[in-house]
């Protein structure tokens, strides 16, 4: 997997990542001025525990670095995983 696998998709307010059989991994968020609030991640209950969340996770905060956003990480898998990498603490907010 690689950062590019996940895109934007601002029309249904998501990144996505598919993933095996079809699947697809997603991150809802919500822009708030210029900061991405992400509110809930979603991985195929069938495909859990499997580290698609981390490398969903991994590619929505190198987007968000790309693309000069701050991050608001209001879900909970979200905000352990920036906790977890200190490499991304420099693009919280709140």
């Known amino acids: ?4 696998d996940v895109r934007d998709n601002p029309a249904m307010s998501r990144f996505e990542m598919p993933i095996d059989g079809g699947a697809t991994a997603v991150a809802y968020y919500k822009v708030d001025d210029d900061r ?8 195929p209950q069938e495909l859990s525990g499997r580290g698609y969340g981390s490398r969903l996770a991994h590619g ?3 987007a968000s670095r790309r693309d ?8 909970p898998f979200m905000s352990s995983y920036a ?5 991304y603490g420099a693009l919280l907010d709140g």
Request: net charge neutral; with cysteine; charged share 30%.
């Open 1 to 4: 997997m690689v950062e590019s």
């Open 36 to 43: 991405v609030v992400l509110l809930h991640t979603e991985v």
């Open 60 to 62: 929505v905060f190198e």
């Open 68 to 75: 000069g956003k701050r991050v608001i990480a209001k879900c």
């Open 83 to 87: 906790a977890r990498h200190a490499e």
